[in-house]
């Protein structure tokens, strides 16, 4: 059965304080590990996909890297509206499952 | 871009009532996924749907739940005989290939 495990639970940070959140993942095979923001009340926000060992993709503050057992999502310079829930997500390629196994995601607050 | 549209964008219900949901997928997407989202959690995959074919179903789908999707183009998702239980933010998300865009979800509240 696949698993995500997102660490920490919770962060807080000030505004320009750099940090990474951690994505420990479980699959039997990985077809890609996915990245969402969420804001309260709405759905999901895509932000990243990353298909294999050592890719890394990068939009404005944020940096995602993934390894055969972790995925890192790096916010540099954070301001206050990159406060929200970041959660990752895992898609297995095999057994014909096609949804996606989400972690309980990390919620992130940027202090002014 | 009209993005992924659901309806309502919220509902109370009794316990023991009936709720349908719709959703609205992007025009060109044939692939379409409801997943459950519960306060503190990360959503969880009900079921999905190629076209006008529902593919697979998870076993949190009780037999209360059913959903379709006509034509392959909108999607409802029925709960019959609510419970207190089924309180929660039912998403629902729909894509090409890979990359799902999620609509803003449909928030039950069960009394």
């Known amino acids: 059965e696949d698993q995500v495990t997102q660490s920490p639970e919770a962060l807080r940070l000030q505004e320009g304080e750099s940090s990474s959140l951690n994505c420990s993942y479980t699959?039997?095979?990985?077809?890609?590990l996915f990245w969402y923001r969420q804001d309260p009340g709405k759905g999901p926000e895509f932000l990243f996909t990353?298909?294999?060992a050592g890719e890394e993709k990068e939009k404005e503050r944020l940096k995602a890297t993934l390894t055969k057992k972790e995925s890192f999502l790096h916010i540099t310079a954070p301001k206050p509206e990159d406060s929200a829930t970041y959660l990752c997500?895992?898609?297995?390629?095999?057994?014909?499952?096609?949804?996606?196994?989400f972690g309980k995601g990390t919620h992130l607050i940027i202090q002014p | 871009d009209t993005g992924v549209s659901q309806d309502p964008r919220h509902k109370i219900t009794k316990r023991g009532q009936n709720v349908t949901f719709r959703c609205d997928p992007i025009?060109?997407?044939?692939?379409l996924y409801w997943y459950r989202q519960t306060l503190g959690q990360g959503p969880e995959f009900l079921t999905y749907f190629q076209n006008e074919a529902q593919l697979e179903k998870s076993r949190l789908l009780s037999d209360r739940f059913s959903a379709e999707r006509p034509k392959g183009s909108f999607s409802t998702l029925e709960i019959q005989r609510t419970e207190q239980g089924d309180s929660a933010m039912y998403l629902c998300?729909?894509?090409?290939?890979?990359?799902?865009?999620f609509g803003s979800g449909t928030r039950l509240t069960v009394v």
């Open positions: 990353l298909y294999s």
């Open positions: 025009s060109e997407h044939n692939r």
């Open positions: 998300a729909s894509s090409l290939r890979y990359g799902y865009t």
């Open positions: 699959v039997s095979g990985l077809r890609g």
């Open positions: 997500a895992v898609q297995d390629e095999g057994g014909g499952a096609d949804g996606l196994t």
